[in-house]
């Protein structure tokens, strides 16, 4: 028998030591929480990505009132930047929230059926995608790839 251990990085940054070009992809995503449609968690998340031709296309969740049917904010980004500009290649994702029933003050990362989705987009484009994840205060945390916050990956070449 043998255990294997196997190690997640993470960066923590405090709000004001942000690169610039993260500043503004947080900005959009918090624009686009502000203005998620959570009428049942009242959870507002938002998403912004950055594409390779420097557009920023985000997303918020979408909820239903048969609660399966609505979506993250994450897959809304990803999905729509898929559909809205095809063979780009994401290179960031900034994902924020807040709630209405408490301060959320520690990063908020992607569900797991987010994190296999951003995987679908690594893996296609062959490059990492850095995740930037932050409540509504408090550290910022960044990680260079959705590999490192979802180990033992299954993808298309498992098929
Ligand atoms: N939610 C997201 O948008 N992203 C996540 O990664 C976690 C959860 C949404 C789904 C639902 O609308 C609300 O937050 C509460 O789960």
Same mark, same amino acid.
């Given at each position: 028998m043998k255990r294997f251990q196997i190690p997640v990085?993470?960066?923590?940054?405090?709000?004001?030591?942000?690169?610039?070009?993260? +500043? +503004?992809?947080? !900005? +959009?995503?918090?624009?686009? !929480?502000?203005?998620?449609?959570? %009428?049942? $968690?009242?959870? &507002?998340?938002?998403?912004?990505?950055?594409?390779?031709?420097?557009?920023?296309?985000?997303? $918020?969740? +979408?909820e239903n009132a048969a609660y399966p049917s609505g979506m993250c904010a994450e897959r809304v980004a990803v999905w729509s930047a898929g559909a809205q500009y095809p063979g780009r290649k994401i290179l960031k994702l900034y994902i924020t929230a807040r709630s209405e029933h408490k301060t959320v003050d520690r990063p908020? %990362?992607? /569900?797991?059926? /987010? &994190?296999? $989705?951003?995987?679908?987009y690594e893996v296609k484009q062959n490059e990492p995608i850095e995740i930037w994840f932050s409540g509504e205060k408090g550290p910022v945390w960044k990680t260079d790839s959705v590999k490192n916050i979802l180990p033992l990956i299954f993808d298309g070449s498992d098929l």
């Open positions: 990085f993470i960066d923590e940054y405090e709000p004001g030591e942000l690169p610039a070009d993260i +500043q +503004q992809l947080k !900005r +959009q995503a918090e624009i686009a !929480r502000d203005n998620a449609y959570a %009428p049942y $968690s009242h959870f &507002r998340v938002g998403a912004a990505v950055l594409l390779d031709n420097g557009i920023i296309v985000t997303g $918020s969740n +979408q908020v %990362p992607p /569900c797991g059926a /987010c &994190r296999q $989705s951003i995987l679908e």
